[in-house]
C-alpha cells in the first residue's frame, strides 16, 4: 500500500503509521511524495505520539515507478491534480486539508480524518482478500 502526499506535511507519514498498526503486520506500507523533504511537519509528529505512534523517522521516499510498481493500492492525500494517476491499482484521492501552518489543533482533527479513511480502507483491502 502506497501513500502519496506532495509535501512533507505529514499526511501521508500519518496514513502510513495508522495503516501500519491497524495492519497488523498484514499490509506492506510506504510513504511517498514526487518532492519528499527532509523531515515533517512536526505537528504531525506530536498529534501522532498523542495517539501511541511515532512517526518521527517516516520520511518519504522519492515517487518512483517502482515504488508505485510494488504496490497493489495507492491512495494520494491532499494532492487533487498535483499527484498522478495509477491506471491497474486500486486507486483513491483523499481531499485532506494541508496542514501546513495551522498548528497542533488542526493536525489532530486531519489524524482523526486520516485515521477514520486508513480504518476504512484497511476493511476494504481485508475484505476483498487482498
Request: hydrophobic letters at 40%; glycine letters at 10%.
Amino acid at each position: 500500500m502506497l501513500f502519496i502526499c506532495v509535501h512533507n506535511a505529514g499526511r501521508s507519514q500519518m496514513a502510513a503509521g495508522f495503516m501500519r498498526r491497524l495492519g497488523g503486520g498484514r499490509v506492506n506500507v510506504w510513504s511517498s511524495g514526487p518532492d519528499p523533504g527532509d523531515r515533517i511537519n512536526p505537528d504531525a509528529v506530536v498529534a501522532m505520539d498523542e495517539v501511541g505512534i511515532d512517526i518521527s523517522d517516516q520520511i518519504p521516499a522519492l515517487l518512483t515507478e517502482d515504488v508505485v510498481q510494488a504496490s497493489d493500492v495507492v491512495v494520494t492525500i491532499g494532492c487533487a491534480d498535483a499527484c498522478p494517476i495509477f491506471p491497474g491499482k486500486l486507486y483513491q484521492d483523499w481531499q485532506v486539508d494541508d496542514p501546513r501552518g495551522q498548528g497542533i489543533e488542526a493536525m489532530r482533527s486531519i489524524r482523526d480524518q486520516i485515521e477514520q479513511r486508513v480504518r476504512a480502507l484497511l476493511a476494504e483491502v481485508l475484505t476483498d482478500g487482498s
